[in-house]
């Protein structure tokens, strides 16, 4: 399903700064082209990820949607090497959940968790650099070590 609302894309351009700044990155494209800019794609290096999983390079998207002074966004880092996948979500997808959404489903689970997460900035780069953080100092640690 894809997100609501429409792109600001003057608002790619800080979220690529944040994508470029984090050390488990390598590269950044807008997806499909910079022409178009959908979306934004990051490769992650794998010997950078703890823990490590594999020699394959990760993946992280990153949506952003604005509908009036409501914004959509997916933050979603997947694993080539497992099938490890997760990420921040806020769409309409689990509104008993509230509006924002953490998912991931681990290696050899067919069920994708899901649980409430909140942030408090409301600036998309500010929501970036701490999803960020808590992806790969904490979630991806805690789900795969």
């Not at 082209?33 to 394959?56: C, N």
């Not at 952003?64 to 409501?70: K, L």
């Not at 899901?114 to 789900?143: N, Q």
Request: proline share 8%.
């Amino acid at each position: 399903m894809s997100l609501p609302g429409t792109i600001d894309t003057t608002v790619y351009r800080g979220l690529r700064d944040v994508l470029e700044r984090q050390p488990e990155i390598t590269t950044v494209t807008y997806e499909p082209d910079s022409i178009v800019k959908r979306s934004l794609r990051a490769t992650v290096a794998a010997d950078r990820v703890r823990p490590s999983t594999g020699p394959a390079d990760p993946t992280l998207d990153v949506e952003w949607r604005f509908r009036g002074d409501e914004q959509f966004y997916r933050i979603h880092y997947a694993d080539p090497n497992t099938g490890f996948n997760c990420g921040y979500h806020r769409d309409a997808d689990h509104p008993d959940l509230g509006p924002v959404h953490f998912q991931y489903q681990v290696p050899d689970a067919s069920d994708t968790h899901h649980e409430a997460s909140s942030f408090d900035p409301t600036i998309p780069t500010e929501i970036l650099w701490i999803a960020l953080e808590e992806l790969f100092e904490r979630r991806i640690r805690e789900l795969l070590g």
